[in-house]
């Protein structure tokens, strides 16, 4: 073990045998050497590091849920995404869908559009498109740019009702409207199948659900 990292030699006159150290290996045990230092200071900093993270997310679930208590459609929305997302606590589908129907119903535009995506895609619920599409409308009308976006693939991609490419046209202008390329994008490629005065009528109809957002 002591000549490791040493190479024999032996001289050529005498044949007496002598080491000298290896540069070569030191260097690459010197850098295996640094390389497992900072891997386990890494480790170790992670396992410090993570229990004070979920203590913070146990503390922000904990305060969320003292002011949903009171009916607080903001907190509910984030006591639903808190626990679809298992931050702070054991994660449930099933009741952070609970809580976004309970931030929708106190009017939370956000909580409409997560409770109308869980009833979409049935996590946590009970598949309901119909549903689904009642309560992204509501979120929709009131100004909220993503459930514009998605109700205008509904109506695009028949997602639960008929394909509508005039209902696509309305609500992917509204979200354009608001800055979303991808809107604005798909709004350019459902116009093609519409006539001009299809068209005209549908841009008053998105200027009338403007104004009556504000």
């Known amino acids: 073990m002591v000549r490791t990292f040493y190479k024999a030699y032996r001289c050529r006159k005498c044949r007496y045998r002598f080491f ?23 480790w170790l900093l992670q396992q410090f590091a993570v229990p004070e993270l979920e203590a913070q997310d146990i503390a ?21 995404v ?14 952070a869908a609970q809580w976004f129907k309970k931030s ?14 869980s009833l979409s895609k049935g996590i946590g ?18 100004g909220h740019v993503k459930a514009q976006y998605d109700l ?6 028949k997602s639960g009702v008929e394909n509508d490419p005039k209902r696509a046209y309305l609500w992917f202008t509204l979200a354009a409207g ?17 006539k001009p005065e299809e068209i005209a009528a ?7 659900i403007t104004v009556e957002s504000r």
């Open 20 to 42: 000298l150290i290896n540069t070569l290996i030191v260097t690459w045990s010197s850098i295996i050497a640094a390389l497992t230092v900072l891997m386990f200071g890494a």
């Open 60 to 80: 922000a679930y904990n305060r969320a849920v003292d002011r949903a208590q009171g009916g607080d459609g903001a907190a509910e929305l984030q006591v639903g």
């Open 82 to 95: 808190l626990l679809s997302e298992g931050r702070g606590v054991v994660r449930s589908d099933k009741e």
């Open 104 to 117: 929708a119903q106190h009017g939370n535009l956000e909580g409409q559009y997560q409770y109308g995506n």
């Open 125 to 142: 619920v009970l598949q309901n498109y119909k549903e689904a599409i009642n309560w992204i409308e509501k979120a929709a009308r009131a």
């Open 152 to 157: 205008g693939n509904i109506y695009r991609y």
């Open 178 to 194: 608001q800055g979303s390329m991808e809107a604005a994008i798909a709004r350019d490629q459902v116009e093609g199948r519409l």
């Open 202 to 208: 549908l841009q008053e109809e998105a200027g009338k």
